[in-house]
C-alpha cells in the first residue's frame, strides 16, 4: 500500500524536528530554527507521510523556477525500504514540475551510502564534491537532476551539466 501523503501542517513541527534529528548526525540535523525557518519560505513545499496515522517521513524543497531545490528528505528508520522516500519525492517533483521547475538540485553527504544510492536510483547524478561541506570536515556530494516539462513522455532526462543554482542544500552547520 503506498503511503498517505498530504501537505505539511504547523502541528507537525515537532514530529518532523524529531525525525530530523533521528535521521541526521548531530550538527548535520536541523536546529529548530533552521527547520522553522526553511519551512516558513514561501517558496518552500512540504510534504508528510503517514504510516499507521503517525508521520514516518517528509520531504521539504524550495524552488525558484526553473530551479528547485531539495532541502531535506527524511524517512522513520522502522518505515525504510518501503517506498516511502520514492513516493515523497515523485509527489514532491510531480508538483515542482507543474510549477515550472526544470533543475533539481540537492546536496548528501559523500558517506551517506543509502541517501546517495536513493537519489541514484531516481535519475540523480552527481554534479560536484563539495569539500569539508559539513562541520567543516565531511564532504557533500552536490546532486542534480533535469526533469521533464509536464505532459512530455518519460521519465526525467539527466544532466551532468553545472549550470549555476542556488546552493543551500542541506545547510551546513559551520
Ligand atoms: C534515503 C532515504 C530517504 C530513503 O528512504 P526510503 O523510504 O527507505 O526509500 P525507498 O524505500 O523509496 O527506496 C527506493 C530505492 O532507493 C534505494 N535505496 C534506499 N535505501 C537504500 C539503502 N539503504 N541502500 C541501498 N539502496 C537504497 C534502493 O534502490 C531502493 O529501492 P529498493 O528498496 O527496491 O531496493 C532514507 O534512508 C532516509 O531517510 N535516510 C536518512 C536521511 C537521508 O539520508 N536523506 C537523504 C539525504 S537528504
Not at 1 to 22: C, H, V
Not at 43 to 59: M, N, P, T, W, Y
Not at 115 to 139: E, I, M, N, P
Not at 154 to 172: D, F, H, I, Q
Request: proline share 4%; with cysteine.
Amino acid at each position: 500500500m503506498p503511503p498517505l501523503l498530504r501537505s505539511y501542517d504547523p502541528r507537525d513541527f515537532a514530529a518532523l524536528y524529531r525525525l530530523d534529528q533521528a535521521c541526521y548526525p548531530p550538527g548535520i540535523a536541523y536546529s529548530k530554527t533552521t527547520l522553522r525557518y526553511f519551512l516558513s519560505l514561501r517558496s518552500a513545499e512540504c510534504l508528510v507521510a503517514l504510516e499507521e496515522e503517525k508521520i514516518a517521513g517528509f520531504v521539504l524543497t524550495e524552488e525558484n523556477a526553473p530551479l528547485a531545490h531539495v532541502i531535506t528528505l527524511d524517512v522513520a528508520e522502522k518505515f525504510r525500504r518501503r517506498g516511502i522516500g520514492s513516493a515523497l519525492l515523485a509527489e514532491s517533483e510531480r508538483n515542482l514540475a507543474l510549477r515550472g521547475a526544470r533543475h533539481v538540485l540537492l546536496e548528501t553527504a559523500a558517506d551517506n551510502e543509502a541517501g546517495v544510492a536513493f537519489w541514484k536510483q531516481h535519475g540523480y547524478v552527481v554534479a560536484a564534491t563539495l569539500k569539508r561541506y559539513y562541520l567543516g570536515r565531511l564532504d557533500a556530494y552536490e546532486m542534480r537532476k533535469i526533469m521533464a516539462a509536464p505532459g512530455r513522455s518519460g521519465t526525467a532526462e539527466v544532466s551532468k551539466s553545472s549550470a549555476s543554482a542556488e546552493n543551500k542544500g542541506r545547510e551546513r552547520k559551520n
